[in-house]
């Protein structure tokens, strides 16, 4: 079992920044894909961003491309997704979430454990 605990949300204005980390426990996800994921209320879970298990292959959505960076540190177990210039448009829970392969996919279904959300709300 893999335990996922994301942090560093919060509330800010448009054009700051944040940093999300993914505390991973319980077993070591170096081998595995890691993807953030975002959801408002009413609407469906999106893709945002991936990493491959060594962080040689990223994914992003075109809506957060150029603004938002994944990266992780496997002798920490944990992976971080910097935000830049927010937007409006960016508020939500964001969960990370690990699937037992080493690469990347977009969808949520083929992710096996998820966090608890951690809400990012940018106020214009």
């Known amino acids: 079992q893999v335990q996922l605990v994301e942090s560093g949300g919060g509330w800010v204005q448009a054009g700051a920044s944040l940093r999300l980390s993914c505390a991973a426990s319980g077993r070591i996800i170096s081998g595995y894909a890691v993807g953030w994921f975002r959801q408002v209320p009413g609407k469906e879970r999106e893709f945002v961003v991936a990493?491959?298990?060594?962080?040689?292959?990223?994914s992003y959505s075109d809506s957060v491309k150029g603004r938002f960076a994944i990266s992780r540190d496997n002798a920490k177990n944990t992976v971080y997704l910097q935000m830049n210039n927010l937007k409006p448009e960016d508020t939500a829970v964001y969960y990370c979430?690990?699937?037992?392969?080493?690469?990347?996919?977009?969808?949520?279904?083929?992710?096996?454990?998820w966090g608890q959300g951690t809400q990012v709300t940018v106020s214009s």
């Open positions: 990493i491959s298990d060594n962080g040689g292959s990223t």
């Open positions: 979430a690990c699937r037992t392969y080493a690469n990347i996919r977009t969808s949520q279904l083929a992710y096996d454990y």
